[in-house]
């Protein structure tokens, strides 16, 4: 099973900073198969990036992923006060095997 | 504009066996580019993948809920159903499905609104 980590757990920025967000897999993944979701309080997640570096319908170009093998990266290049919220990258794998990353929670500093 | 709804128990009893549908609606379950999903989130943590079907049947599951877990579909009702026996209070969680797009890329671009199921005597 593929393990994905996130750091860092907490980030406190203020609006308009710039906010990286890590997400490191155990093995390599695939980059067509990594995919980046936000999750606001009482909210179901949605997704922000697939494909590593796709963005989803809808999603601001400030939202923007790299990164390849076992290291990926989400960037919010000017964070908006909307945008403060809990981040998790996912992963499809062989077995078949879907796995989440542990989250990185946005917060306002 | 197509949206996924999850019905079923709020509460169900230790031991006993948990039951969840998901129904489809403004599109249909039966569209060859995807999988149906489910996923869960226990209070104040993070998300856990639990299985998903292909409008076919072909099904896949978390290995480490494979023993307890069963995700059917009904093409006829655009529904797919989550049974996870045995359950004790660490399945306690809120209950998500969704929709997986599968191709050269994949993400589950779709969810409910989720459903907090409790497990409790």
């Known amino acids: 099973e593929i393990v994905l980590t996130q750091s860092p757990g907490t980030l406190s920025l203020s609006p308009g900073e710039r906010a990286t967000l890590s997400c490191r897999a155990s093995?390599?993944?695939?980059?067509?198969?990594l995919a980046w979701y936000q999750q606001k309080p009482g909210q179901a997640p949605r997704l922000l990036i697939y494909?590593?570096?796709s963005r989803a319908t809808g999603i601001p170009d400030r939202f923007s992923g790299s990164g390849s093998g076992t290291d990926f990266t989400l960037t919010i290049s000017r964070l908006e006060p909307e945008d403060f919220a809990v981040y998790y990258c996912q992963q499809y794998g062989s077995s078949p095997m879907l796995t989440f990353g542990g989250g990185t929670k946005v917060e306002i500093k | 504009q197509l949206q996924l709804q999850e019905s079923g128990p709020g509460l169900v009893k230790p031991s006993e066996t948990l039951s969840l549908t998901c129904t489809v609606s403004g599109g249909s379950i039966s569209s060859s580019s995807y999988y149906w999903g489910w996923i869960r989130q226990p209070p104040g943590k993070g998300l856990e993948w639990i299985g998903s079907i292909y409008y076919s049947g072909s099904t896949y599951y978390n290995p480490s809920l494979k023993s307890r877990v069963t995700i059917s579909v009904d093409t006829s009702k655009n529904q797919f159903s989550l049974k996870l026996s045995s359950v004790t209070a660490a399945d306690t969680a809120v209950y998500y499905c969704?929709?997986?797009?599968?191709?050269?890329?994949?993400?589950?671009?779709?969810w409910g609104q989720g459903t907090m199921v409790t497990v409790s005597s």
């Open positions: 494909g590593a570096s």
């Open positions: 969704a929709r997986y797009f599968w191709g050269s890329t994949s993400a589950f671009d779709i």
């Open positions: 093995q390599s993944v695939s980059s067509s198969y």
